[in-house]
């Protein structure tokens, strides 16, 4: 089974609120907004490890439905590059490594944030995330096509003649007991 690593680079949803997005995961990750605004220097922070695409699904979920992005790559590639951060830092500057643990894991994406942590909910296993109705029907004209009636066809035209090949000789080789 393949496993999948989960990185937060700071990125953002267009037409999202950042203040929005930065109080949602500091939600998810169950931490102050001030702690927060430090994931979104651009550097790269690995969310979680080695898991499986079920679970990577439902953390891209969490995060879409709070207008973040995060990277999903397989286990033991390489971690997604940092980039340039879309905002300019504020003056907490970048993340330390003590800082970087003080980050912990955001909440298990099992279990839906309350209304407290954020303004998300995760949706329940099996359940259509997409409410969009279905496009309707195409107008496609099948007045010019006919059917021939049931059990009269063949398929001999679907044939393909392959022409014969010859025996090598092997007049040479002989059976030999052991």
Known sequence: MQTFDIYFLGEILP????AEVRRG??????????????????QAY????????ETASRYRAAFRAIGALIQIVPSGAPAPADRVPATPPTAAG???N????AVAEPAHPDQAPTKGDS??????????????PPPPPADIDTSGLDALPPNTGTLEDC???????????????????D
């Open 119 to 132: 303004d998300s909910d995760l949706a329940a296993p099996g359940s259509i995330l997409d409410d969009t």
């Open 98 to 101: 003590q800082d970087r643990a």
């Open 94 to 96: 970048s993340a330390s």
């Open 159 to 177: 044939k393909v003649e392959k022409p014969p090949r010859p025996i090598p000789d092997i007049s040479h080789m002989k059976l030999v007991d």
């Open 25 to 42: 995961v500091a939600g998810l990750f169950k931490i102050q907004e001030d702690a927060a605004e430090r994931l979104f220097s651009g």
């Open 15 to 18: 037409d999202s609120d950042p």
């Open 46 to 53: 690995r969310v979680k490890q080695a898991q499986d695409a």
